[in-house]
T-cell receptor, first 117, second 113 residues
Framework: AQKITQTQPGMFVQEKEAVTLDCTYD???????LFWYKQPSSGEMIFLIY??????QNATEGRYSLNFQKARKSANLVISASQLGDSAMYFC??????????????FGQGTELSVKP | EAQVTQNPRYLITVTGKKLTVTCSQN?????MSWYRQDPGLGLRQIYY???????DKGDVPEGYKVSRKEKRNFPLILESPSPNQTSLYFC????????????FGSGTRLTVV
């Protein structure tokens, strides 16, 4: 069954340091996409980064990078040089294909990141 | 600006009073979904639509209705809201390509008393 697991309910990081948020997934599909979303206290869901199952290189978007280890089925988010504005809930999500309920996103339980000054 | 517009942002209503949460996207996306977010349960899909007049149930459809008469709009209807539908609701849209996640609306925080 498709599943996303985020084992860190909460994390603390010092401002300007790097932090890794863990995500493992389970799927029997060969073709899938992995996403990270940020949810600040205001509630909106903000797309951060995408990794395709066939992508050979790890995705990067500014201070965000995705450490993709396909054999381990892990897709960890790395935030470099943390900022106070990075304090938020972070969700890992997977999308398999359009045939699966219109390509729905399957979400993990989230990790709450707190950045300390 | 490409966006998904959801209204209202906040809503407090009473049990049994019909309500509609509107959702509109300006990206010409075929796929639209509604999710609800609850503590401890994460985000779950309520309904989805793959194009105009094509809708289907997600994982938690009970107590909800949707319609897709135009490509840009995908309203969520609660015919007779109950307290267990108190939640944070998100509308989201996507192109058909796997590489695209969903663009989310700002959310609707619904309280049913």
């Amino acid at each position: 069954a498709q599943k996303i697991t985020q084992t860190q309910p909460g994390m603390f990081v010092q401002e300007k340091e790097a932090v890794t948020l863990d995500c493992t997934y389970d799927t029997s599909d060969q073709s899938y996409g992995l996403f990270w979303y940020k949810q600040p206290s205001s509630g909106e869901m903000i797309f951060l980064i995408y990794q395709g199952s066939y992508d050979e290189q790890n995705a990067t978007e500014g201070r965000y990078s995705l450490n993709f280890q396909k054999a381990r089925k892990s897709a960890n988010l790395v935030i470099s040089a943390s900022q106070l504005g990075d304090s938020a809930m972070y969700f890992c999500a997977m999308r398999e294909g359009i045939n699966n309920q219109g390509g729905k996103l399957i979400f993990g339980q989230g990790t709450e990141l707190s950045v300390k000054p | 600006e490409a966006q998904v517009t959801q209204n209202p942002r906040y809503l407090i209503t009473v049990t049994g009073k019909k309500l509609t949460v509107t959702c509109s996207q300006n990206m010409n996306h075929e796929y639209m979904s509604w999710y609800r977010q609850d503590p401890g349960l994460g985000l779950r899909q309520i309904y989805y639509s793959m194009n105009v007049e094509v809708t289907d149930k997600g994982d938690v459809p009970e107590g909800y209705k949707v319609s897709r008469k135009e490509k840009r709009n995908f309203p969520l209807i609660l015919e007779s809201p109950s307290p267990n539908q108190t939640s944070l609701y998100f509308c989201a849209s996507s192109s058909g390509l796997l590489a695209y996640g969903y663009t989310f609306g700002s959310g609707t925080r619904l309280t049913v008393v």
